[in-house]
Structure formats: structure tokens, C-alpha cells
């Protein structure tokens, strides 16, 4: 059986290793991996991976994979389209692609399947996977390959603008400028939203957030990001978007939120939490939560980071090839240090 290079992961760990080579069925195109980002999710997943398993078989009501049998990550990538399988139409071999990690064989909800969390997929963190040929969109204007990877991320931060409902006049304050945080920093500022007040304890990730279009940061041991969006506005309607993901950060934002705020939640929270209702009812809150994005705000995305519109190239701290992936998983627990890594197979 021909086989591919790939960081796997295999009985909770990540190691890189010799896999079944993907081949094109029907509608499907095989690629060539270019730039695979590393995503936090894939650091819970790593770490938490059987409960997301049970939480997400929980909600949807499918097993998504089985943790006993290999799992090849990587959801944020670019590729070349090598080959076509039968009956696929798509973009034409030689030709640069991206593409929302979803495999369609059907339209029952076992018919879709999340390249990257799989057990037949294989994600980016290898060097040819296998997409949905219907799926790809080319990648315009010569685009670098290594920032059409970021077109993942962005889309979360873009899909989480929209689901806020956030409109022109409003006012948003940021809570955490990790890759989701600073997609929603780009996003809002894409849409217009002034200002824009965006909170990390790390330095290195209040500068990102002032670079993707943030008015002000803080440092919120110094500062509380709502003090700071009241020094700054105070009056108009605002938008708390709850981008770091660990207990208690919820119930924060609702201690913290004027009246009738909304609350965006975006941050993955892997652990129980609690929040106190009386903080929402008092003050009339809204609480939206936010998963991914739509086909559209993906290629809107696309075609914003290849227009010049979002510059995502001082996101990217690092590149790794696939013997680096175990040590960037590493190093990714450093903010100072590290934003996105990219793998290039
Ligand atoms: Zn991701």
C-alpha cells in the first residue's frame, strides 16, 4: 500500500509517521498539503480528546471518530489539486486551492465528515489529503499559499462578528487575543466597529490585536477591558466577545457587561462552568454562542486576506515541517513567543 508522511495522532500522543496514502473517489479531489496552520482546537483536541468526542456525540448525536484508530489533524490549510476522482468536478490539477474542512459524501449528517477530526480524512498535518471537489475554492490573485491558510481562522472571527449582530454605532470590547480573539479584532474592524478595546495579559498579543485594527488594549491585571471601553466610549450599545475559553471567563463578562449587552461567546470551553443567572436577568443580557462560520463568510474571508483587505501575514510566528508539528504543539503554550505555526509537509 503507497504511503505519506504525517503527523499522527495515535493513542493521545502525536507522532510522525508512515500512512495509508489517500485515494480520490467519487466527487472528491486528492491535494497536496502547501500550509496547514495549528489551531488551538487541535491542542484541547490532543489533550481533551475523547471528551470532545462524547460532547460533540452528545449535541449532534454522531460519533465524529474513534480514538482507538489513527487521527491525522490540521483544518487550516492550502493545497494543490493533484488529482480528481471519478465523476469529481473541480478546479484542475496544478491549481491552488483552500477549502472549509468538510467532507460531503452525502447529505445525512453521517455523510459529512470533518477533514482533520477523522478517521478516514486525514487533515493538513500530512502531505495529500482528500477534499470535497464541490468544496474548493482557487485561491485569486497569486495569493502566498502560507496566508490563504489563515483563511480558516479568520472565517471564525468573521462568522462570530456576524452571529454578535453587531452593527455600525456599536461599540466592542475583546476578551483575548489568541488567534480567535484577534480573527474578531480583524473582523470588526473590517465591518467599521469604533472602538474596538481588546484585553491579553501578553504583551506580544496586544500588539497583534493594535496591528489587526484594535483601538485600545489593556492589560487587564492593570486595567479591566470594561474600564478601559468606558474611558474610551461608556455611552453607545456594546458587544462583549468572549474569546479566551476558560471557566469562569462567562460569568466574568456577565459581571462586567452594562445593561443590555450582548455577550458572544467564542471561546471553546472544554470544562463545566457556572454563571449566575441573576447577573443576565438584572441587567437584561443577551448571550449568543458561535461555532465555525457558512460557505460564504469563507470565501468572503478568502477574498478579503487576497484583496489586501486583512493582513494576516504578522500572525504567522513561525513555519515547521512535519517532524516539527510535536515541538510547535509545544511551543504554541508560549504567547509571547508564538501566535500561528505553520506546517508546510
Ligand atoms: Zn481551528
New binding site residues.
Given amino acids: 500500500m503507497p504511503l505519506m508522511r504525517a503527523a499522527v495522532m495515535r493513542k493521545g500522543q502525536l507522532i510522525v509517521d508512515d500512512v495509508p496514502d489517500p485515494v480520490p473517489g467519487p466527487g472528491q479531489a486528492l491535494v497536496r498539503t502547501l500550509a496547514c496552520?495549528i489551531?488551538?482546537?487541535?491542542l484541547h483536541f490532543l489533550k481533551y480528546g475523547q471528551r470532545m468526542v462524547d460532547l460533540s456525540k452528545e449535541t449532534t448525536g454522531v460519533a465524529m471518530l474513534d480514538l482507538g484508530r489513527d487521527v491525522v489533524m490540521g483544518?487550516?490549510f492550502s493545497a494543490e489539486v493533484l488529482e480528481l476522482g471519478p465523476d469529481a468536478a473541480g478546479p484542475k490539477p496544478g491549481t491552488v486551492v483552500t477549502s472549509m474542512p468538510v467532507m460531503l459524501n452525502g447529505f445525512s449528517m453521517e455523510d459529512i465528515r470533518a477533514v482533520g477530526y477523522s478517521n478516514e480524512y486525514p487533515g493538513g498535518y500530512s502531505e495529500r489529503m482528500l477534499l470535497s471537489a464541490p468544496m474548493l475554492l482557487e485561491v485569486p490573485n497569486g495569493l502566498d499559499p502560507r496566508l490563504a491558510a489563515l483563511t480558516?481562522?479568520m472565517a471564525?472571527g468573521a462568522h462570530a462578528v456576524v452571529k454578535s449582530g453587531i452593527t455600525p454605532g456599536e461599540t466592542a470590547v475583546v476578551l483575548g487575543c489568541g488567534p480567535v480573539g484577534l480573527a474578531v479584532v480583524a473582523a470588526l474592524s473590517l465591518a467599521g466597529i469604533e472602538p474596538i478595546v481588546a484585553a491579553d495579559f501578553s504583551p506580544a498579543r496586544r500588539q497583534l490585536a493594535t496591528t489587526m485594527g484594535a483601538h485600545e488594549v489593556v492589560d487587564p491585571r492593570e486595567e479591566p477591558a470594561i474600564e478601559a471601553w468606558r474611558r474610551v466610549d461608556g455611552v453607545r450599545n456594546v458587544v462583549l466577545f468572549e474569546a479566551v475559553g476558560v471557566p469562569g471567563m462567562i460569568q466574568a463578562a456577565m459581571k462586567d457587561a452594562p445593561r443590555w449587552a450582548r455577550i458572544l461567546v467564542v471561546g471553546v470551553c472544554m470544562e463545566d462552568d457556572s454563571i449566575v443567572p441573576m447577573y443576565g436577568i438584572n441587567k437584561e443580557l443577551e448571550i449568543r454562542f458561535a461555532l465555525g462560520y457558512m460557505p460564504n463568510e469563507f470565501a468572503d474571508t478568502l477574498n478579503a486576506i487576497a484583496e489586501g483587505k486583512v493582513d494576516v501575514a504578522p500572525l504567522i510566528t513561525s513555519e515547521v515541517d512535519l517532524d516539527g508539528v510535536p515541538g510547535a504543539f509545544d511551543a504554541l503554550a508560549d504567547p509571547e513567543e508564538q501566535c500561528k505555526i505553520l506546517v508546510r509537509p
Fill in positions: 496552520g489551531c488551538g482546537s487541535d483544518h487550516e480558516e481562522p471564525v
